[in-house]
């Protein structure tokens, strides 16, 4: 049987990886999908599946040519992912031949894909065949070619005219890792210093932080668990600064993070700021991580496990000074990170997403003083949970003014739409950001 260097039959990994895949198409994020995978075959599972979810908009392509009829999903999951890993020479991660092989293989291993072994054998041959000319035919379909659901093409295309193609060959890219540095405990030029003698190429940004040439296991990043450093995109570290750059930064200045997990945007408020800082996250296991990231920087803040959106039962009735509202959202401006996002998402989401995101500013607005600053950001491209949200809540509340702020990032490439004209370019997620103050009386 064909093995990896540690031993494991490539079969089961497309098993596992067929299986991940299949999860994410009856709605469970990617990333609760490979938790369940067992830990021996993880590292390889999620490497595959990533390499899928960048190519599954070719391969259903492809298995639409090969079958008259769809299989049951767990046969349709496995096809797929060894279309979406053979389809091209260039990014294959295993010979093509040996991929049939050993999809067959898992196939024949797997109660679910047994009776539907020889089927996926047949089309497989004839995708072995016919490869150059399958794909050919595939060519003109936006989904095969751009590799997005076409309802997620279609709005880039509505929501950004000029940029919707450069969005969508970013997003099938990798994304970089971007280090936050932590000026209580070092500077960014000591820092820099540290990662070279340590083998470790990284370049500044205009921001303020370090690119790393190639990723790196955390645990080799010096000082890492000491709290010098954490990883976190350029675009994220935005926000703490937004927020804090007009208020006073005393003891007894009050901020609230809302939907604060996993803690990044929370430390680095504490890490510019001696105020008290509010985390707030309905989950139990991701409020944990807030802790447990605070620990690692040496921080504290106040962390309630409560949903943001309802602060009557949570609020102790202190007006906040800054609020930052990082609102749930589709997530459409980091699927280089999470690739699954695009095939997780529904188009009715992002309408349920958007009332979400209303509420929200609705209820956090009323907590916060006369003069404060509130930032709103979201992950996402799309406008519904952006500028228009944002143009609405103004309509709304005529004592919120928009202070200029960085608008939609264009992940990658640094280009922006209604941002300041100070913006560098830099290789940032897709993100929103609006500072909105309340005005006085």
């Not at 040996?98 to 041959?125: I, M, P």
């Not at 906040?320 to 999470?338: N, Q």
């Not at 949200?389 to 103004?394: E, G, K």
Request: glycine content about 6%; overall charge neutral.
């Amino acid at each position: 049987m064909k093995s990896n260097e540690e031993g494991i039959p490539l079969w089961r990994q497309l098993n596992a990886t067929a299986r991940v895949v299949d999860a994410v198409r009856q709605g469970m994020s990617g990333t609760a999908a490979i938790e369940n995978v067992p830990t021996e075959l993880r590292p390889g599972v999620q490497a595959l599946a990533f390499h899928v979810w960048r190519n599954l908009g070719r391969a259903q392509a492809l298995r639409s040519k090969l079958a008259t009829k769809m299989p049951p999903p767990p046969a349709d999951a496995l096809l797929c992912v060894a279309l979406a890993l053979a389809w091209h020479d260039d990014k294959a991660p295993y010979d093509v031949f040996t991929l049939v092989n050993q999809t067959v293989e898992a196939a024949k291993r797997s109660v679910s894909t047994k009776a539907q072994a020889n089927f996926l054998n047949a089309c497989l041959r004839r995708f072995l065949r016919e490869r150059e000319s399958l794909v050919a035919s595939t060519d003109a379909d936006p989904v095969a070619f751009w590799n997005h659901p076409l309802w997620w093409i279609k709005r880039l295309q509505k929501d950004h005219p000029q940029h919707w193609q450069a969005i969508l060959q970013v997003a099938n890219g990798h994304a970089p890792m971007t280090l936050r540095i932590n000026t209580r405990k070092t500077s960014v030029a000591d820092y820099q210093l540290k990662l070279e003698e340590s083998g470790i190429a990284a370049r500044a940004t205009d921001g303020g932080a370090l690119v790393l040439e190639r990723p790196e296991p955390v645990l080799r990043l010096p000082g890492f668990v000491n709290g010098w450093v954490s990883v976190q995109d350029a675009a994220a570290q935005m926000a703490a600064p937004l927020l804090l750059g007009g208020l006073p930064h005393t003891a007894d200045l009050r901020v609230l993070d809302a939907c604060a997990a996993p803690g990044g945007k929370t430390g680095h408020l504490l890490e510019l700021s001696d105020g008290t800082v509010f985390a707030v996250e309905i989950d139990t296991r991701r409020s944990a991580r807030i802790q447990q990231n605070l620990d690692r920087l040496g921080l504290t803040a106040q962390v309630l496990t409560a949903d943001a959106a309802k602060p009557h039962e949570w609020w102790d009735g202190q007006l906040f000074d800054g609020i930052l509202l990082d609102a749930p959202c589709s997530a459409s401006g980091i699927v280089r990170r999470h690739p699954d996002v695009r095939w997780l998402r529904r188009e009715s989401d992002i309408a349920q997403l958007a009332e979400l995101q209303k509420s929200m500013l609705h209820a956090l607005w009323k907590l916060l003083r006369p003069g404060g600053r509130m930032v709103y950001c979201t992950c996402s491209l799309f406008l519904a949970e952006g500028s228009s949200q944002v143009q609405t809540f103004l309509t709304h509340n005529t004592d919120a003014l928009l202070v200029p702020s960085a608008g939609h990032l264009i992940p990658q490439n640094g280009a922006f739409l209604g941002a300041v004209p100070d913006n560098q370019s830099c290789d940032y997620d897709g993100f929103y950001y609006a500072l909105l103050q309340k005005q006085m009386g």
